[in-house]
DNA sequence: ATAATTACAGAATGATCGTTCTGTATCTTG
DNA sequence: CAAGATACAGAACGATCATTCTGTAATTAT
């Protein structure tokens, strides 16, 4: 999973990968199919381990206000943590293979639509108490920022930059919702 | 241009770009240095052209509501409007390079930057005549729905939806200068 | 006209690629 | 114990890669 962050996809070489992951050669084939059911079961991987603790701040917990900062600041983190896989796997890696790749531009819309309920999914739970509000759109917005700051992080950016980013979105939402 | 818009960085071979650029293997070399030489050209070239369009419409032609609501609909057609080059050469394949090369790492630094900056500069002349706020912020926040933008493109969402993305974000900016 | 220079098609080069195969060691079963 | 199955290191395979080179045709200069 590492090596395809860092790397790319196309960059990525079976060897690499292999010695990386301590998996023989055959064993990669036998049980993944070839590169593409590998970089697939990665994507699984990273969306298990590393964007499903970003959503999980999503849960309702404490104020909208609260869980959106959470939930950013968690987005800032994981984009910038670790200096040798700068962004997200998703927004950096799969996004450019999708341009060529049917199966892997139907993995990045899905995965992107994911997300994108997730956050749907706790504005519902503020507006259901609230104003009538196109909270589609917005959580579409919230999730494009997060990709814009994932994009940010892989060109250097430091985390207080992206900080500053994620607490206007923030504040927007907020004013959107009341 | 297109072809690594397309295909990407990787899978873009210089025999497709030969023929797609109606260039002799020898003068690509003689001109560009190499693949790397050439795409970076291609990536001037798709600023001068495709990019530099999008942020004419911040120069302060009229409310910054309408400028940021003209500016956005050109990001969503640039990013929709042909679908073998969907999203952006910038946030879609430089940024996927970028990571394992510090070149190209720094060249998106550089693009990512100016964009901002161009934001900024629109968005501090209304503040000229208004609130005092953190227009860089700001500026970072609506360039990364840009983004977030463009990578939804390329996982083949609709211009529509993307147009309600970028309403939200007008609306939000306007909020935070008044 | 001849000689020199330029432009270009495409071959050559050395390297790397993803996938499949082979041989050997180890483990399991009867 | 022997036979069969499994796991694995790494070679083989056919293809592709970016870069450099070569030979030839066209153009330019004298």
Redesign the interface.
Request: with cysteine; net charge negative.
């Given at each position: 999973m590492r090596v395809f962050?860092?790397?790319?996809?196309?960059?990525a070489s079976i060897d690499r990968l292999c010695r990386a992951t301590g998996m023989p050669r055959a064993s990669l084939y036998q049980d993944f199919g070839g590169k593409e059911g590998l970089f697939l079961a990665a994507i699984a991987h990273y969306v298990e381990t590393r964007i499903g603790p970003v959503a999980d701040a999503l849960e309702p917990s404490g104020s909208l206000d609260a869980d959106l900062s959470t939930y950013f600041a968690r987005v800032v983190a994981l984009a910038t943590d670790d200096s040798q896989?700068?962004?997200c796997l998703i927004?950096?890696?799969l996004?450019?293979?999708?341009?060529?790749n049917d199966t892997f531009?139907?993995e990045?819309?899905r995965r992107?639509t994911a997300l994108e309920d997730r956050i749907a999914q706790r504005l519902d739970h503020e507006v259901a108490s609230g104003a009538v509000t196109?909270t589609?759109?917005?959580a579409?917005?919230l999730?494009?920022?997060?990709?814009?700051?994932m994009?940010?992080a892989?060109?250097?950016?430091q985390a207080q930059?992206l900080d500053?980013?994620a607490?206007?979105?923030v504040?927007?939402s907020a004013?959107?919702i009341v």
């Amino acid at each position: 999973m590492r090596v395809f962050w860092a790397d790319g996809y196309d960059a990525a070489s079976i060897d690499r990968l292999c010695r990386a992951t301590g998996m023989p050669r055959a064993s990669l084939y036998q049980d993944f199919g070839g590169k593409e059911g590998l970089f697939l079961a990665a994507i699984a991987h990273y969306v298990e381990t590393r964007i499903g603790p970003v959503a999980d701040a999503l849960e309702p917990s404490g104020s909208l206000d609260a869980d959106l900062s959470t939930y950013f600041a968690r987005v800032v983190a994981l984009a910038t943590d670790d200096s040798q896989t700068p962004g997200c796997l998703i927004s950096c890696v799969l996004a450019e293979v999708a341009g060529a790749n049917d199966t892997f531009r139907l993995e990045l819309d899905r995965r992107f639509t994911a997300l994108e309920d997730r956050i749907a999914q706790r504005l519902d739970h503020e507006v259901a108490s609230g104003a009538v509000t196109d909270t589609r759109a917005l959580a579409g917005m919230l999730a494009a920022v997060s990709r814009g700051i994932m994009l940010r992080a892989r060109s250097g950016a430091q985390a207080q930059d992206l900080d500053k980013i994620a607490r206007v979105a923030v504040r927007a939402s907020a004013r959107e919702i009341v």
